[in-house]
Structure formats: structure tokens, C-alpha cells
Nanobody, 124 residues
Framework: QVQLVDSGGGLVQTGDSLRLSCAAS????????SGWFRQPPGKEREFVAA????????SYADSVKGRFTISRDNAKNTVTLQMNSLLPEDTAVYYC?????????????????WGQGTQVTVSS
């Protein structure tokens, strides 16, 4: 079992940066791949980025490649999403997620554990 707590959202302007954090419980966090997903207003939840349990493999949605960076610190049980050059279309509720297994996956259904979500709003 893993419990996740997201934080770091806020209201920013186009071009600004934000850093989202996810704090996880559990002593074997390194055995869980982690991901960030987002749900824009009126839309379905979508993949943003994922990272393997050991941190050596990452995956990104095309819309955020080159702007967002996912990382993890297993000693601190945290996963971070650094978001740069934010755009209005990045506005969404962002969710941290974890799945038992080392491989990062992109499908919502692959993840059993979810944070409560944190709102990111980018004004134009």
C-alpha cells in the first residue's frame, strides 16, 4: 500500500514555472513506478510524465516534452514534476500516481494509487 499527497500547485502566468511535489508513504517506494497525470476542466484525465521505480527511465507526453521534468528521490519518498514555460493549456488538476512495478506506464488504468490532486492555473 502506498499513500500519496500532492502539493505545489498555484496560479501563474504564461511562461512561468512551478514545481509539483508528491510525498509517498511506505518503506518500499522504490519498487513503485510513479507518474503525473492531469485533468483539464471538462476533459478526461491524461498522462503527463512517468518515471521508473529506480528513476533511470522516464516517459513524457508530447505536449510537455522539453518543458516538464519528472524526478524522484527514493531516500525521501518523493516524486517531483518541474514545469517550465507554462502555457494556458497546461491548466488542470494535477495528480501524482503510483503503480506496483518498476516500469513507467502511460495509461491511467495502470496506476492503483493516487494523490488528491493539486490545481495548476496558467493565465494568459
Amino acid at each position: 500500500q502506498v499513500q500519496l499527497v500532492d502539493s505545489g500547485g498555484g496560479l501563474v502566468q504564461t511562461g512561468d514555472s512551478l514545481r509539483l511535489s508528491c510525498a509517498a508513504s511506505g518503506r518500499t517506494f522504490s519498487s513503485y513506478a510513479s507518474g503525473w497525470f492531469r485533468q483539464p476542466p471538462g476533459k478526461e484525465r491524461e498522462f503527463v510524465a512517468a518515471i521508473s521505480g529506480g528513476g533511470g527511465s522516464t516517459s513524457y507526453a508530447d505536449s510537455v516534452k522539453g518543458r516538464f521534468t519528472i524526478s524522484r528521490d527514493n531516500a525521501k519518498n518523493t516524486v517531483t514534476l518541474q514545469m517550465n514555460s507554462l502555457l494556458p493549456e497546461d491548466t488542470a488538476v494535477y495528480y501524482c500516481a503510483a503503480r506496483s512495478g518498476y516500469s513507467p506506464r502511460v495509461a491511467v488504468r495502470e496506476y492503483a494509487y493516487w494523490g488528491q490532486g493539486t490545481q495548476v492555473t496558467v493565465s494568459s
